[in-house]
């Protein structure tokens, strides 16, 4: 399965990027820009700080960051994505590339988005990904990171099921406790957490600032 599943959900995502892109522009979204914004104000310092995006999607949080005057760099897997992207935020520097084979300058992004994106790779890339992240980031950096939490832990190749079509992709599906245990056992100490229910979607968030 790790030798395939960058494929499934590059394929996957191709697939997909045209329903993001309506959700977007419809605002389909059930946790409102209001909630991001909120924070954002956290962690966003000063003007043209260095934002790096990991999976952007139809770059709707990209664009809050343009709204904040930072610059912005995102790596998308998904071609198709990324051309959505282009068309949202085209100030932005965007990547098509697996992310775990890019290679960043050491303490360059003062903050590094990851939501909705750990849970597609295996615990073991999982962990690589975020041994990246570490020397990616300043000291004095923040990490927010984000996936769904669920009653049991499993991986493997599952339907996406809020979206239309039998569309498959990779996904870890993390407990609460294990994604803490992920983020801890790599480094990072976890500074807020928030806990979001999409009732529409039946799916719980658990999301978090992170530090060094």
Same mark, same amino acid.
């Given at each position: 399965?790790?030798?395939?599943?960058?494929?499934?959900?590059?394929?996957?995502?191709?697939? @997909?990027?045209?329903?993001?892109?309506?959700?977007?522009?419809?605002?389909?979204?059930?946790?409102?820009?209001?909630?991001? /914004?909120?924070?954002?104000?956290?962690?966003? @310092?000063?003007?043209?700080?260095?934002?790096?995006?990991?999976?952007?999607?139809?770059?709707?949080?990209?664009?809050?960051?343009?709204?904040?005057?930072?610059?912005?760099?995102?790596?998308?897997?998904?071609?198709?994505?990324?051309? +959505?992207?282009?068309?949202?935020?085209?100030?932005?520097?965007?990547?098509?590339?697996?992310?775990?084979?890019?290679?960043?300058?050491?303490?360059?992004?003062?903050?590094?988005? @990851?939501?909705?994106?750990?849970?597609n790779f295996p615990i073991s890339d999982a962990c690589l990904l975020l041994?990246?992240?570490?020397?990616?980031?300043?000291?004095?950096?923040?990490?927010?990171?984000?996936?769904?939490?669920?009653?049991?832990?499993?991986?493997?190749?599952?339907?996406?099921?809020?979206?239309?079509?039998?569309?498959?992709? /990779?996904?870890?599906?993390?407990?609460?406790?294990?994604?803490?245990?992920?983020?801890?056992?790599?480094?990072?100490?976890?500074?807020?957490?928030?806990? +979001?229910?999409?009732?529409?979607?039946?799916?719980?968030?658990?999301?978090?600032?992170?530090?060094?």
């Open positions: 399965m790790e030798e395939t599943y960058i494929e499934i959900n590059r394929q996957a995502y191709d697939l @997909l990027a045209t329903q993001y892109d309506d959700r977007t522009i419809t605002n389909e979204h059930e946790i409102k820009d209001d909630y991001w /914004y909120d924070m954002l104000n956290r962690v966003i @310092l000063k003007k043209n700080a260095e934002i790096l995006e990991i999976g952007p999607g139809s770059g709707r949080n990209l664009k809050m960051f343009e709204n904040f005057g930072c610059n912005m760099t995102a790596v998308e897997l998904s071609d198709e994505m990324c051309k +959505v992207v282009k068309k949202r935020v085209p100030n932005c520097n965007i990547i098509n590339k697996n992310i775990l084979e890019c290679e960043f300058v050491s303490k360059s992004f003062d903050i590094i988005f @990851l939501m909705a994106v750990i849970h041994t990246k992240i570490y020397d990616w980031l300043r000291d004095d950096g923040y990490l927010l990171i984000g996936t769904t939490i669920h009653q049991d832990e499993e991986h493997g190749i599952f339907m996406k099921e809020d979206y239309i079509g039998k569309i498959k992709r /990779y996904r870890h599906r993390y407990t609460k406790e294990a994604f803490e245990k992920l983020i801890l056992d790599n480094g990072f100490k976890i500074f807020e957490s928030f806990i +979001v229910e999409e009732r529409e979607r039946k799916k719980v968030w658990y999301d978090m600032i992170c530090k060094k």
